[in-house]
Protein backbone atom coordinates (compact mmCIF):
# COMPACT_ATOMS: atom_id res chain seq x y z
CA UNK A 1 0.00 0.00 0.00
CA UNK A 2 1.35 3.92 -0.85
CA UNK A 3 -0.01 6.96 -0.26
CA UNK A 4 -0.93 9.22 -3.56
CA UNK A 5 -1.07 12.45 -4.20
CA UNK A 6 -4.20 14.27 -5.60
CA UNK A 7 -3.47 17.48 -7.07
CA UNK A 8 -6.48 19.85 -9.35
CA UNK A 9 -4.51 21.26 -13.28
CA UNK A 10 -3.18 24.47 -11.59
CA UNK A 11 -1.79 23.05 -8.22
CA UNK A 12 -4.09 24.91 -5.88
CA UNK A 13 -5.55 22.44 -4.26
CA UNK A 14 -4.18 19.08 -2.95
CA UNK A 15 -5.08 16.57 -1.28
CA UNK A 16 -3.30 12.50 0.15
CA UNK A 17 -5.11 9.31 -0.73
CA UNK A 18 -3.52 6.72 1.83
CA UNK A 19 -3.14 3.07 1.68
CA UNK A 20 -3.79 2.87 -1.68
CA UNK A 21 -3.64 -0.82 -3.28
CA UNK A 22 -6.17 -2.97 -5.73
CA UNK A 23 -7.11 -4.89 -1.86
CA UNK A 24 -8.13 -1.30 -0.98
CA UNK A 25 -9.75 -0.11 -3.56
CA UNK A 26 -11.21 -0.91 -7.30
CA UNK A 27 -10.07 0.54 -10.89
CA UNK A 28 -13.04 0.87 -12.70
CA UNK A 29 -14.02 3.06 -15.79
CA UNK A 30 -17.82 4.59 -15.98
CA UNK A 31 -19.16 6.01 -19.53
CA UNK A 32 -22.61 7.01 -18.66
CA UNK A 33 -24.27 10.04 -20.19
CA UNK A 34 -23.71 11.78 -16.40
CA UNK A 35 -20.05 11.48 -15.97
CA UNK A 36 -19.75 12.66 -19.99
CA UNK A 37 -22.11 15.76 -18.51
CA UNK A 38 -20.57 16.49 -15.13
CA UNK A 39 -17.20 16.76 -17.20
CA UNK A 40 -18.52 19.16 -19.87
CA UNK A 41 -20.51 21.25 -17.09
CA UNK A 42 -17.14 21.78 -15.88
CA UNK A 43 -15.30 22.10 -19.07
CA UNK A 44 -13.05 19.66 -18.23
CA UNK A 45 -13.60 16.96 -20.60
CA UNK A 46 -9.77 16.23 -21.31
CA UNK A 47 -10.06 14.44 -18.09
CA UNK A 48 -12.38 11.99 -20.04
CA UNK A 49 -11.07 8.77 -21.38
CA UNK A 50 -11.01 8.51 -25.46
CA UNK A 51 -14.75 8.20 -25.99
CA UNK A 52 -16.17 10.17 -22.74
CA UNK A 53 -15.05 7.05 -19.99
CA UNK A 54 -14.11 8.84 -16.71
CA UNK A 55 -11.48 6.60 -14.82
CA UNK A 56 -11.84 5.97 -11.26
CA UNK A 57 -10.29 4.58 -8.18
CA UNK A 58 -12.97 3.32 -5.58
CA UNK A 59 -12.17 3.17 -2.30
CA UNK A 60 -13.50 4.47 1.46
CA UNK A 61 -13.26 8.35 2.30
CA UNK A 62 -11.30 7.75 5.95
CA UNK A 63 -8.40 7.38 3.15
CA UNK A 64 -8.73 11.05 1.87
CA UNK A 65 -6.99 13.83 3.94
CA UNK A 66 -6.98 17.63 2.33
CA UNK A 67 -3.81 19.15 2.13
CA UNK A 68 -4.03 22.37 0.62
CA UNK A 69 -6.22 25.02 -1.00
CA UNK A 70 -9.63 23.30 1.12
CA UNK A 71 -10.90 26.86 0.25
CA UNK A 72 -10.79 26.05 -3.39
CA UNK A 73 -13.09 22.47 -3.00
CA UNK A 74 -16.65 23.17 -4.65
CA UNK A 75 -19.51 20.48 -5.54
CA UNK A 76 -21.67 19.96 -8.45
CA UNK A 77 -24.84 17.75 -8.57
CA UNK A 78 -26.48 17.27 -12.06
CA UNK A 79 -29.65 17.20 -10.21
CA UNK A 80 -30.74 17.44 -6.99
CA UNK A 81 -30.38 13.94 -5.52
CA UNK A 82 -27.28 13.05 -7.92
CA UNK A 83 -24.08 11.93 -7.06
CA UNK A 84 -21.88 14.78 -5.89
CA UNK A 85 -19.38 15.66 -7.90
CA UNK A 86 -16.16 17.00 -6.22
CA UNK A 87 -13.79 19.49 -8.06
CA UNK A 88 -11.25 21.91 -7.42
CA UNK A 89 -12.83 25.96 -8.03
CA UNK A 90 -9.97 27.31 -8.90
CA UNK A 91 -9.45 25.45 -12.11
CA UNK A 92 -12.53 23.33 -12.19
CA UNK A 93 -10.89 20.02 -11.55
CA UNK A 94 -13.10 17.22 -11.15
CA UNK A 95 -11.57 15.09 -8.00
CA UNK A 96 -14.08 13.18 -6.42
CA UNK A 97 -17.31 11.62 -6.33
CA UNK A 98 -19.32 10.72 -3.43
CA UNK A 99 -23.43 9.48 -2.42
CA UNK A 100 -25.43 12.51 -1.03
CA UNK A 101 -24.41 11.19 2.85
CA UNK A 102 -21.93 9.25 5.14
CA UNK A 103 -23.88 6.17 5.17
CA UNK A 104 -22.20 4.09 2.75
CA UNK A 105 -18.27 4.58 3.22
CA UNK A 106 -17.53 5.29 -0.63
CA UNK A 107 -15.51 7.79 -2.45
CA UNK A 108 -14.58 8.11 -6.17
CA UNK A 109 -11.05 9.16 -6.84
CA UNK A 110 -10.63 10.79 -10.28
CA UNK A 111 -7.67 8.99 -11.72
CA UNK A 112 -6.14 11.98 -13.88
CA UNK A 113 -6.14 13.68 -10.77
CA UNK A 114 -3.84 11.11 -9.01
CA UNK A 115 0.17 12.29 -9.00
CA UNK A 116 3.13 10.14 -9.66
CA UNK A 117 4.81 7.77 -11.64
CA UNK A 118 3.37 4.33 -9.50
CA UNK A 119 -0.56 5.59 -9.67
CA UNK A 120 -1.24 2.59 -12.30
CA UNK A 121 0.73 -0.03 -10.34
CA UNK A 122 -0.58 1.12 -7.12
CA UNK A 123 -4.80 1.32 -8.00
CA UNK A 124 -4.08 -1.79 -10.24
CA UNK A 125 -5.93 -3.55 -13.42
CA UNK A 126 -9.47 -2.30 -14.01
CA UNK A 127 -12.03 -4.39 -13.09
CA UNK A 128 -15.17 -3.02 -14.27
CA UNK A 129 -16.60 -1.29 -17.41
CA UNK A 130 -19.28 -0.06 -17.34
CA UNK A 131 -22.62 2.09 -19.59
CA UNK A 132 -20.03 1.68 -22.35
CA UNK A 133 -23.61 2.02 -24.48
CA UNK A 134 -23.94 5.77 -23.52
CA UNK A 135 -20.07 6.22 -25.08
CA UNK A 136 -19.72 8.17 -28.45
CA UNK A 137 -19.50 6.18 -31.69
CA UNK A 138 -15.90 4.96 -32.49
CA UNK A 139 -14.02 2.08 -33.87
CA UNK A 140 -12.75 0.75 -30.74
CA UNK A 141 -15.16 -1.55 -29.18
CA UNK A 142 -16.15 -1.41 -25.54
CA UNK A 143 -17.66 -3.76 -23.79
CA UNK A 144 -19.14 -4.03 -20.36
CA UNK A 145 -17.98 -6.38 -17.44
CA UNK A 146 -16.98 -6.14 -13.82
CA UNK A 147 -20.45 -4.37 -12.68
CA UNK A 148 -21.27 -7.02 -9.92
CA UNK A 149 -17.76 -7.21 -9.12
CA UNK A 150 -17.36 -3.40 -8.15
CA UNK A 151 -20.36 -3.69 -6.37
CA UNK A 152 -19.49 -6.46 -4.06
CA UNK A 153 -15.80 -4.57 -3.23
CA UNK A 154 -17.54 -0.87 -2.45
CA UNK A 155 -19.93 -3.09 0.21
CA UNK A 156 -17.12 -5.00 1.17
CA UNK A 157 -15.32 -2.24 1.80
CA UNK A 158 -17.90 -0.42 3.71
CA UNK A 159 -18.30 -3.25 5.47
CA UNK A 160 -14.97 -3.57 6.87
CA UNK A 161 -14.57 0.75 7.38
CA UNK A 162 -17.84 -0.10 9.78
CA UNK A 163 -15.76 -2.90 11.76
CA UNK A 164 -13.66 -0.24 12.11
CA UNK A 165 -15.39 2.81 13.16
CA UNK A 166 -14.50 4.30 9.52
CA UNK A 167 -18.09 4.92 7.72
CA UNK A 168 -18.49 8.63 8.84
CA UNK A 169 -14.77 9.41 8.66
CA UNK A 170 -14.99 11.56 5.64
CA UNK A 171 -13.10 15.08 5.30
CA UNK A 172 -15.74 16.52 2.56
CA UNK A 173 -18.42 15.98 5.18
CA UNK A 174 -19.16 17.44 8.50
CA UNK A 175 -21.67 16.52 10.83
CA UNK A 176 -23.83 14.32 8.17
CA UNK A 177 -23.66 17.09 5.72
CA UNK A 178 -21.38 18.18 2.75
CA UNK A 179 -18.52 21.12 3.83
CA UNK A 180 -19.31 22.90 0.63
CA UNK A 181 -23.14 23.68 -0.86
CA UNK A 182 -23.47 21.71 -3.86
CA UNK A 183 -24.56 23.85 -6.61
CA UNK A 184 -26.96 21.40 -8.66
CA UNK A 185 -27.46 21.99 -12.43
CA UNK A 186 -30.46 23.67 -13.60
CA UNK A 187 -32.72 21.44 -15.93
CA UNK A 188 -31.42 23.53 -18.92
CA UNK A 189 -27.81 23.38 -17.88
CA UNK A 190 -28.20 19.71 -17.31
CA UNK A 191 -29.63 19.37 -20.88
CA UNK A 192 -26.84 21.50 -22.60
CA UNK A 193 -24.13 19.16 -20.82
CA UNK A 194 -25.56 15.94 -21.49
CA UNK A 195 -24.60 14.28 -24.68
Known amino acids: MVDL ?3 CRCGQF ?6 VSPKTGSHVQCYCKDCQAGAKALGAEETLLPRGGSDIYQTIPANL ?13 LSPKGLMRWYASCCDTP ?22 DGVGK ?8 VHTKDAPFGTEPLKDYGFN ?7 ARHFGALMRGQ ?11 PVVEPRVLSKAERKAATP
Not at 14 to 19: T, Y
Not at 100 to 116: D, E, R, W, Y
Not at 123 to 129: L, M, R, Y
Open 5 to 7: AIS
Open 14 to 19: GAKLKN
Open 65 to 77: ELTKGQEHLACLR
Open 95 to 116: VFNTLGGTKLAFIGVSVPAMQG
Open 122 to 129: AIGKVIAV
Open 149 to 155: KAGFNVL
Open 167 to 177: VKDNPLFKGGE
